[in-house]
């Protein structure tokens, strides 16, 4: 379990120096998202290579892993080309010491994130219904990722939309589905492995639990949140659509005005 352990990280931190060098020569921002959904693909791919692709259950755990990270890298790349630029490195990109420190941090991030599925791949087990379930929270919150972001992007895409919030399509339900979507695709993939893992090795919950932590309370609702507070805060039609609507977990907006 050692030997794959430190073949992921790595792979991760590989990953990472390659893209930081070229982000730091040009002082770009645009290749970031692209290599956080990119080392979730290269590390699948080693680990089902160095396994038995021939296998299903490998098969569709290293399908699973890889085609959420295209997807995200693929989205993520078209959203920046459009954008221009990534405001949360405004201030960093210049200063190379702070940006590496992104770099290092994400190559870790991805290595802990994917620690079910490193664990899993030195003893993967036969299929059994689990992994049936698992497979099929995967799929159905891979869907409602991709939608939020669709609809999110055809919305800000507009014009005047970057001037207001998403409060339509998924986004009625809850003001994050797309972090909704993410969260339960690496919980469906704990579920996909948590039978074959020994007791011990289901403290490999802690990527699941880190993407949760992560997206819940550092990176990822906090800064958005935050970034809506400062351009729409004042406003009464605002403040509406976060009383009635769930901050996460989709549901039917509530009847507070």
Do not use: C
Request: hydrophobic share 55%; proline share 4%; no cysteine.
């Amino acid at each position: 379990m050692t030997d794959s352990l430190l073949l992921t990280l790595g792979i991760s931190l590989a990953i990472q120096a390659v893209f930081f060098a070229f982000a730091a020569t040009l002082k770009t921002d645009k290749v970031t998202d692209l290599s956080y959904g990119l080392s979730f693909v290269l590390i699948a791919l080693a680990l089902v290579l160095r396994g038995n692709p021939a296998d299903p259950p490998q098969l569709v755990l290293a399908a699973m892993v890889i085609l959420w990270g295209l997807r995200l890298a693929a989205y993520l790349l078209f959203r920046i080309v459009h954008m221009g630029r990534d405001r949360r490195f405004d201030g960093v990109r210049e200063n190379v010491l702070r940006f590496l420190r992104f770099w290092v941090f994400q190559g870790i991030a991805v290595w802990v994130i994917m620690l079910p599925v490193t664990i899993w791949f030195e003893r993967p087990g036969r299929w059994h219904a689990l992994m049936t379930v698992g497979a099929a929270i995967w799929a159905a919150r891979l869907l409602i990722e991709t939608i939020a972001d669709a609809q999110k992007f055809a919305a800000k895409s507009r014009a005047g939309g970057e001037s207001r919030w998403m409060a339509s399509g998924l986004w009625r339900y809850s003001r994050h589905p797309n972090y909704f979507g993410e969260l339960l695709v690496w919980w469906g993939i704990f579920v996909f492995v948590v039978r074959d893992l020994t007791l011990l090795q289901r403290l490999s919950i802690i990527g699941p639990l880190a993407i949760t932590f992560l997206l819940l309370r550092v990176t990822g609702i906090p800064t958005l949140e935050a970034s809506a507070r400062r351009k729409w805060g004042s406003n009464p039609e605002y403040q509406a659509y976060v009383a009635r609507t769930s901050r996460l977990i989709p549901r039917l907006p509530s009847t507070k005005s």
